[in-house]
């Protein structure tokens, strides 16, 4: 079983930077793909960034490509999202999750775990 708890999300201004945090508990996390995924208001969710459980391979969305960044600190069980240069668009709810999946994992549900979510609001 593992759990995870997102934060550092908040309100910024376009062009500003956020980093989001996933604090995963349990046993093996060090073993899972981990990911993010967004979900704007009236719209579905949707794949943000994916990292292996090594932390050698990552990919992400287009959307996001070249702005965001998804890193892992295994020895704090922590994930990270660095995000730049924010637009408008970027503002949704934000959630970790955890795959067993071994590899690139872009689809929701091959994600096992989630977390609850952090808000995440860019103004223009």
């Known amino acids: 079983q593992v759990q995870l708890v997102e934060s550092g999300g908040g309100l910024v201004q376009a062009g500003g930077s956020l980093r989001l945090s996933c604090a995963a508990s349990?046993?093996?996390?060090?073993?899972?793909?981990m990911g993010w995924f967004r979900q704007a208001p009236g719209k579905e969710r949707e794949f943000v960034a994916t990292i292996n459980w090594s932390g050698a391979s990552t990919y992400y969305a287009d959307s996001v490509k070249g702005r965001f960044t998804i890193s892992r600190d295994k020895a704090k069980n922590t994930t990270y999202l660095q995000m730049n240069s924010l637009k408008p668009e970027d503002t949704a709810v934000y959630y970790c999750a955890a795959s067993r999946t071994i590899g690139v994992v872009t689809t929701a549900s091959r994600y096992n775990y989630w977390g609850p979510g952090t808000q995440v609001t860019v103004s223009s």
């Open positions: 349990g046993r093996a996390f060090g073993s899972y793909t």
